[in-house]
């Protein structure tokens, strides 16, 4: 993992009016939120088994996260990398998820190494940024 330095961390805006810059610049809300606490996902890079991610986790300051009116207030962007099993599992799962009712294998690294770390630091920072001036330029942004 790789921590960022942006300026979006420490930046507040309402979880319903961010979501029109975090789709347009191909941002989704990564699938392990709860009311309290969530991140926006962006791949970086994918090939084979290997995805490299810009995350921007955030925490919910008031109301809940499944409401557009909730207050939420970014955090330390990083970059991750999650290795997959392209292949097939050997355990009981293999037949969920042969039969589809088991959508995802779990990763096989979810914290991997990640090579050339100033590439990949750089590539995330300008990401988050592109972010950062989309909310700004719409004026979604408040300081805390």
Same mark, same amino acid.
């Given at each position: 993992m790789l921590k960022l330095?942006?300026?979006?961390?420490?930046?507040?805006?309402?979880?319903?009016?961010?979501?029109?810059?975090?789709?347009?610049?191909?941002?989704h809300l990564g699938g392990s939120w709860d009311y309290y606490?969530?991140?926006?996902?962006?791949?970086?890079?994918r090939e084979g088994a290997e #995805?490299?991610?810009?995350? +921007?986790?955030? *925490? /919910?300051?008031? !109301?809940?996260l499944d409401r557009p009116e909730? @207050?939420?207030?970014? #955090?330390?962007?990083?970059? +991750?990398?999650? *290795? /997959?099993?392209? !292949?097939?599992d050997s355990d009981e799962?293999? @037949?969920l998820d042969a039969t589809g009712f088991s959508q995802f294998q779990a990763p096989l690294d979810t914290d991997g190494h990640i090579e050339d770390k100033s590439k990949w630091?750089?590539?995330g920072e300008v990401a988050v940024k592109k972010?950062?001036?989309?909310?700004?330029?719409?004026n979604y942004l408040q300081t805390s």
């Open positions: 330095q942006t300026d979006l961390e420490g930046h507040v805006a309402y979880f319903g009016i961010v979501n029109n810059c975090v789709e347009e610049q191909g941002y606490h969530g991140c926006f996902d962006h791949t970086l890079y #995805t490299i991610y810009i995350r +921007i986790p955030f *925490v /919910v300051l008031d !109301g809940e909730a @207050l939420i207030k970014f #955090t330390t962007p990083f970059v +991750i990398k999650h *290795v /997959v099993n392209l !292949g097939l799962s293999s @037949l630091a750089h590539a972010l950062f001036d989309c909310l700004s330029e719409q």
